[in-house]
C-alpha cells in the first residue's frame, strides 16, 4: 500500500509541475511584461523603419502594393560603445541591450507615446535577480550616420543609462568585452 500512496504523490507532483510550467515561457503570458511596458509609457507599438532611427537600420523597402512599409522592422543590426562593454542589438521592432560593467540587459519593443515621442519600451534586469523593472531607451540618430546616442530610462523617469554613444559594428560581437 505505501508503494501506490508514493506513486500517487509522484503522478500528482508531476502533473501540477507540468501545469504551473505551462504558464511560463514567451507567447504564453509568462512572466514577460508584455504589453504592461507599452501601456505604463502610455505607448503603441510601431515599426522601428517608421520612425526617425530608420535611417541608421537595414530597414528593406516594402512592396509598392503594400501599405505597412517597414512592419516588420529592421534586419539585425548591432551597435557598440568605444569600449566595447555596451552592445545594442536591433532584430525587427525588438531591440535588447546589454551593459557588462552594470550587469544589465534591456529588452523592448519599440513604440510611441506623447511622452516620450519614440522609444523601445521593455523592461531591464540588473544582475540576473530574476526581477524585471519598466524602462525606455531612447534612440537617436547621430548627424554623420553610423551612430546612436542611448538612453536608458525608469518608467519613473530615473536615468539608468546615458546619455551613451554608440557606432554601428561592422561585424556582431558575440558577448560585451570584460570590464
Not at 13 to 38: H, K, R, Y
Not at 96 to 106: I, T
Not at 112 to 120: C, G, I, M, W, Y
Not at 168 to 174: A, Q
Request: net charge negative; charged share 10%; proline share 6%.
Amino acid at each position: 500500500m505505501k508503494r501506490k500512496t508514493s506513486r500517487r504523490h509522484l503522478i500528482v507532483a508531476s502533473i501540477a509541475a507540468m501545469l504551473f510550467f505551462a504558464g511560463c515561457g514567451p507567447g504564453v503570458g509568462g512572466t514577460g511584461t508584455g504589453d504592461a511596458a507599452l501601456t505604463a509609457f502610455g505607448a503603441t507599438a510601431a515599426s522601428v523603419c517608421s520612425g526617425a532611427l530608420a535611417t541608421e537600420l537595414a530597414c528593406s523597402p516594402a512592396p509598392a502594393a503594400s501599405a505597412a512599409v517597414g512592419a516588420a522592422g529592421s534586419l539585425p543590426v548591432q551597435f557598440v560603445d568605444a569600449a566595447g562593454q555596451v552592445t545594442l542589438d536591433i532584430d525587427g521592432n525588438l531591440a535588447n541591450l546589454r551593459a557588462s560593467c552594470l550587469w544589465l540587459r534591456f529588452g523592448g519593443e519599440f513604440g510611441l507615446s506623447a511622452s516620450t515621442a519614440e522609444a523601445f519600451f521593455g523592461s531591464y534586469e540588473v544582475d540576473a535577480s530574476g526581477i524585471d523593472e519598466l524602462a525606455a531607451l531612447s534612440a537617436v540618430p547621430v548627424a554623420g550616420g553610423g551612430a546612436l546616442t542611448i538612453t536608458l530610462h525608469g518608467v519613473d523617469g530615473q536615468v539608468l543609462i546615458g546619455p551613451l554613444l554608440l557606432r554601428r559594428s561592422p561585424v556582431p560581437l558575440p558577448t560585451p568585452k570584460s570590464c
